[in-house]
């Protein structure tokens, strides 16, 4: 068995990554070398790479469902979105400058090449590659410079199956519209169609799907239940939503339970970070946005963030500043990570992201923070797992080291590593000393909850929930190539 595939969504967050990641723990399970491949990625969810690179946090659970590690092999292209108009373009793990959107017409034959040189390089070693694709290929505003979706397809001869979220409802019409509003030569690659996210009777959805393969000719490879665990490593930031509460909360251990407001900040990045808490019995981790949210909260996080001094602003403009400097001066908990961890500290000096020069910061941790123009990429396994993403550099630092990852000023926490709750001792040590701070005595922290454990058996219910619900055998039968499809001639003209 060898060929590649192209999943395709008919919009964001539709769930393609995860039927990515769930194809690959199917393939690798049956012995079958097999890696994800994602040419091009917008996201501020990323990881660092054996290489020391920065990659798609997605194709990082991509590469773990494999049996690999994260290469920038596997996401040559990432765009880490800064404003509505600019990204910082990420080449091959390094930056490489910032892309306005007019850019990508200029750009797009040496990223191209970039794309296609690295696809190829993965086909010849890997009896199969999973590729995914990026928003929607519906999209033919940016056809022209698409290297993800049918661009990819058409270069690399690849068979299509579009992905769609029944749970939003429109399902159908999504699928026959993605496939007519392509021209006929990207419809040829077309292959099928996947439905995912369902609830209830599939017996109900079945004369719909039977319409569908009449008016397109494609078929329906599976429809894939909900599955309510299926809630960690989302890259998407439509599923970071504010006032969504992270997971199904696992009652108390003890009399006590915790409740961490995480702020959704504008230009989140790494949102995942938080996830292991959310993990936790009695650990509820909510987005936040509004100042009175943080009324009955006891540990507050400042995630990550892609435009830092923006972000701050925004903060101070909600009245989410003064909020969580009256926390801390009450004693509770603050943690806060990467960019967040920069707003704790008393100044941002950033000629590099946002060029504002010097500015306050909340002045909760007695440090301040220099933008380098390199970025710093680093990823840590011993005796502590966790990663570096930041321009962002401590100088001046005068408060407590924290266990060799950050600094603390009491309560207050900052560090620039990812990942780093995701580490189960530290992070309950930590859970029973901001408990004990908050004053929920009555907490207890669990002593097997293992994050890693938990992010796997996603991973395996994902490909449990394929084998079960999808007509794999067929799927895979289009890596020899993507079978003759009719073109809907009756579309939009």
Not at 13 to 42: E, H, W, Y
Not at 115 to 140: K, Q, T
Not at 379 to 399: C, K
């Amino acid at each position: 068995m060898r060929g590649a595939l192209l999943i395709a969504g008919t919009t964001s967050d539709a769930g393609k990554s995860m039927v990515v990641a769930g194809l690959c723990k199917l393939l690798a399970r049956r012995g079958i070398s097999v890696a994800p491949f994602k040419a091009q990625n917008m996201s501020n969810n990323s990881a660092v790479t054996v290489e020391g690179g920065e990659i798609g946090r997605a194709q990082a659970v991509q590469a773990r469902a494999c049996g690999l590690a994260p290469s920038v092999r596997f996401n040559p292209v990432l765009l880490k979105p800064g404003s509505d108009r600019t990204s910082q373009l990420v080449v091959r793990g390094q930056v490489a400058g910032t892309m306005a959107a007019g850019d990508y017409f200029t750009r797009r034959t040496q990223l191209a090449e970039i794309v296609n040189d690295e696809l190829r390089s993965l086909r010849s070693e890997f009896d199969v590659v999973i590729c995914e694709g990026a928003g929607s290929p519906a999209e033919i505003n940016l056809r022209a410079t698409d290297l993800s979706n049918m661009g990819l397809a058409r270069a690399a001869d690849l068979p299509v199956v579009v992905v769609g979220d029944i749970d939003r409802g429109g399902l159908l019409a999504h699928l026959f519209g993605t496939v007519a509003v392509l021209s006929p030569e990207d419809q040829r690659l077309v292959s099928g169609f996947l439905v995912n996210k369902f609830r209830g009777d599939p017996g109900l959805l079945a004369p719909g799907l039977d319409q569908l393969r009449g008016l397109t000719g494609r078929p329906t490879y599976g429809v894939v239940p909900y599955l309510d665990e299926l809630w960690m490593d989302t890259e998407d930031s439509l599923s970071v939503q504010a006032g969504r509460t992270l997971g199904a909360p696992v009652p108390a251990l003890g009399r006590d339970g915790l409740r961490v407001g995480a702020i959704r900040l504008p230009r989140i990045s790494n949102s995942t970070d938080v996830e292991a808490l959310a993990c936790e019995p009695g650990v509820e981790v909510h987005w936040i946005t509004e100042p009175t949210e943080l009324a009955d909260v006891d540990v507050v996080v400042l995630p990550g963030s892609k435009a830092t001094v923006s972000d701050l602003d925004w903060l101070r403009a909600r009245g989410l500043a003064d909020a969580v400097t009256a926390h801390a001066a009450a004693g509770g908990p603050v943690l806060g990570v990467c960019g967040g961890f920069q707003m704790l500290c008393r100044s941002i000096d950033d000629p590099v992201e946002s060029k504002a020069g010097t500015v306050n910061g909340l002045g909760l941790l007695a440090a301040d923070i220099v933008f380098a123009q390199q970025k710093t990429l680093r990823h840590w396994e011993s005796p502590l797992t966790g990663y570096e993403i930041h321009h962002g550099q401590v100088v001046g630092g005068a408060e407590a080291d924290w266990l060799g990852v950050g600094i603390r000023r009491g309560q207050v926490y900052g560090t620039h590593w990812h990942g780093l709750l995701d580490n189960d001792e530290l992070r309950r040590a930590w859970l029973a000393e901001v408990a004990e701070a908050a004053g929920r005595t009555g907490f207890v922290v669990a002593t097997d909850v293992s994050v890693p454990a938990r992010r796997d058996a996603q991973l395996d219910a994902m490909a449990d929930a394929l084998q079960a619900h999808v007509d794999i055998e067929a799927m895979l039968a289009l890596l020899a190539g993507a079978p003759e499809r009719p073109v809907i001639t009756h579309h939009a003209r």
